[in-house]
């Protein structure tokens, strides 16, 4: 049982707007920790997303977006291509655990 | 460009040892907190441990505290993780990550990361 709650799947067309929502607690996102987005594909290490809840490292299409509100934050993925199919982890701070914690993931499939 | 490579990962028994080496190049290692992540087959992702950059503070997860110990050698741009009383459930692929600061603070993020190494723990 993850401390973050994500959805398990999400699913979309080529060219759609998908979101993937990040649900935590008043030890974590409600606490104002930032969230912080992954993008693992296939047999690949994680790579970072989105950083401090709304940024883009240099690199990341701006078709990857992030937000955060009480005591959750989503990610937007707009434009859906093939390429973007692949586990998307959120990942925070809990002060109670004293720990980074992440999301249970979510697997995004391009139908 | 920033680099992270772990070594180390292998086949060992339960109630074994076994140290992971993560070897990092690219930036000025000893002004940055590493962690550990791991990721069993087919699951999520897992924090496990981090460490300041000078190595003077240390942090676990209740999974493995007690168990695994971190350390750095700033000297050799190298990050450990001792693991002890492995069990079968520590099966997984190890992943070393530089953090954006030389403190362990919520603000961190990971970035970047290594390409993994796996442990297997097995009779």
């Known amino acids: 049982q993850s401390v973050l709650t994500q959805p398990p799947s999400v699913s979309g067309a080529p060219g759609q707007r998908v979101t993937i929502s990040c649900t935590g607690g008043s030890s974590n996102i409600e606490a104002a920790y930032d969230v912080h987005w992954y993008q693992q594909l296939p047999g690949t290490a994680p790579k970072l997303l989105i950083y401090?809840?709304?940024n883009r490292p240099s690199g990341v299409p701006d078709r990857f977006s992030g937000s955060k509100s009480g005591t959750s934050a989503s990610l937007a993925i707009t434009a859906l291509q093939a390429e973007d199919e692949a586990d998307y982890y959120c990942q925070s701070y809990d002060s109670s655990l004293s720990a980074s914690v992440f999301g249970g993931g979510t697997k995004l499939t391009v139908l | 460009e920033v680099q992270l490579l772990e070594s180390g990962g292998g086949l060992v028994q339960p109630g074994g040892s076994l140290r992971l080496s993560c070897a990092a190049s690219g930036f000025t290692f000893n002004t940055y907190a590493m962690t550990w992540v791991r990721q069993a087959p087919g699951k999520g992702l897992e924090w496990l441990s981090a460490i300041t950059g000078s190595g003077g503070s240390t942090y676990y997860a209740d999974s493995v505290k007690g168990r695994f110990t971190v350390s750095r050698d700033n000297s050799k741009y190298t990050l450990y993780l001792q693991m002890n009383s492995l069990r079968p459930e520590d099966t997984a692929v190890y992943y070393c990550?530089?953090?954006?600061?030389?403190?362990?603070?919520?603000?961190?993020?990971?970035?970047?990361w290594g390409q993994g190494t796996l442990v297997t723990v097995s009779s």
């Open positions: 401090g809840n709304n």
């Open positions: 990550a530089k953090l954006r600061f030389s403190n362990y603070v919520g603000a961190n993020w990971f970035d970047p």
